[in-house]
């Protein structure tokens, strides 16, 4: 690889959230029963016509803004003709030569911009699903809103690859136009990839790997394809153009057919659509309804907040994640603490990413809110937070119901004193050890101090007194 270089472009397929198809008022929704959501408009019957849904357009003029792409005040649908099982009309209505948007880019972390060609709208195929030797086609998916957004072949590593994906992906479910789930189709990519000896500007043969639905699986495929194609140079033979599927269970690419090109399609106008006319007016007020990006929240919340950069990347992974943020430190003196309970304490409860994504957890961000002021407010110790954040998650009940009047008022210091020599002298072996320079077993004793005041002490105040009180005893 040290000779060659990569050269990747994607082209990605986003399933529009949007209640009905493109073309018809069928549902979109996920799974059901083979082919009941579909009408004689998805399978294209004779007769039928399609219907353009307005908010289609409205989703792609969002996810073009939120992109930086120019918005096309025209474009038009056009049939791209080809036969396949899942497409019994023999045509996909999609655009070609007029775009809604086009001309944009995503910026990575390392500053390079990743250009994007265009975005489009068209309508998904249906499915073919294969058992026991059969294969069966399922219409459902068939007429599912998408756009594609196809870039330019910027791309330079496979983590450029992966890291502009992922951009991709938090900005649409920022909009809230795609849910973008990956496992479920509803995001997708076609990997073109190529190499070329280091130094040289020409592009070199490119093949295109179908259907990545997983950041892994694409990963691991475009190492094998890289290596595949550097092998056949270094041996003299040549990349042939063509379309090629991973392989999971062999971790290969194996070829599908040869690579068609856009003549190939005899693209020609949709004669049943009418023109798209997208007004200055239009765009602006979907400008309006944007939303603040994850780049933008993140940039926020370390400038104004102080939040370490991997804590602000893991609040605005999830839109619903930085809603609850938002709301959780509305009027909070440290924000900072905030995000220490969500990603200590709250994410602990979390078993994987899905689990994050739904973010169904018992403290609503209004009791958080209400948690956190009363340690802005002196009332509780930190120590004694996390613990009633803790009961908060267990029970989803309010701070107001689980922490008493005597709790909030704290531990007096000759209280704090009597209750430390207790600990001292309970704890002699942990002392002992202390002493003999295992500071972790201060630890233990401070542990006995906090369970004996029920968490009300000040850990800090705790932990310096205990240490005097031990030295002090030791001196005589």
């Not at 502009?164 to 076609?190: A, H, N, P, T, W």
């Amino acid at each position: 690889m040290s000779n060659y270089e990569l050269v990747c472009g994607l082209e990605t397929h986003i399933e529009l959230s949007t209640k009905t198809k493109i073309f018809c008022s069928c549902t979109t929704e996920f799974g059901g029963d083979p082919n009941t959501h579909c009408c004689p408009v998805c399978i294209g019957l004779p007769g039928t016509l399609p219907k353009l849904n307005k908010k289609v357009v409205e989703y792609a003029v969002m996810a073009g803004l939120a992109t930086n792409c120019e918005i096309s005040p025209v474009s038009k649908m056009d049939r791209k003709n080809y036969v396949y099982p899942d497409l019994p009309k023999a045509y996909q209505i999609s655009q070609y030569d007029m775009p809604l948007c086009k001309n944009g880019y995503v910026e990575l972390s390392n500053g390079r911009k990743v250009r994007i060609l265009r975005i489009h709208i068209e309508e998904d195929a249906g499915k073919l699903v294969h058992q026991r030797g059969s294969t069966y086609v399922d219409y459902n998916r068939g007429g599912v809103p998408l756009i594609e957004i196809v870039t330019e072949p910027d791309i330079r590593s496979i983590d450029e690859a992966r890291e502009y994906l992922e951009r991709l992906q938090l900005v649409m479910r920022f909009l809230g136009i795609s849910d973008c789930k990956m496992q479920e189709g509803s995001m997708r990519c076609d990997v073109n990839v190529s190499v070329r000896p280091q130094g040289t500007e020409a592009f070199g043969t490119r093949t295109e790997i179908k259907n990545m639905n997983s950041f892994t699986h694409m990963a691991k495929a475009m190492e094998y394809e890289v290596n595949r194609q550097i092998d056949l140079l270094q041996s003299g033979e040549k990349v042939v153009q063509e379309t090629r599927r991973y392989n999971e269970e062999d971790d290969c690419t194996e070829s599908m057919r040869g690579k068609e090109d856009a003549h190939d399609y005899r693209y020609f106008r949709e004669p049943d659509l009418v023109t798209i006319q997208v007004s200055e007016e239009t765009v602006a007020q979907l400008r309006e309804k944007l939303p603040e990006l994850p780049h933008q929240r993140l940039e926020r919340y370390r400038a104004e907040f102080g939040i370490p950069e991997a804590d602000a990347q893991q609040l605005i992974k999830y839109r619903r994640i930085a809603d609850y943020f938002e709301a959780a430190i509305d009027g909070v003196q440290n924000p900072k603490v905030v995000a220490n309970c969500m990603i200590g304490q709250i994410f602990s409860r979390l078993d994987g990413d899905s689990a994050k994504e739904s973010f169904q957890v018992n403290v609503t961000p209004e009791n958080l809110n209400a948690l956190v002021k009363l340690l802005d407010e002196g009332k509780i110790k930190m120590n004694l937070l996390k613990a009633t954040l803790e009961k908060m998650l267990d029970t989803g009940k309010a701070p107001g119901e689980l922490i008493s009047e005597a709790d909030m008022g704290g531990v007096d210091a000759d209280a704090l004193k009597s209750v430390c020599e207790q600990a001292i002298a309970s704890n002699p072996n942990a002392v002992s050890d202390y002493l003999s320079g295992k500071e972790k077993a201060l630890k233990a004793i401070l542990g006995s101090v906090m369970k004996a005041t029920r968490g009300r002490a000040d850990a800090m105040e705790a932990e310096k007194l205990l240490i005097q009180l031990i030295q002090g005893a030791n001196a005589k």
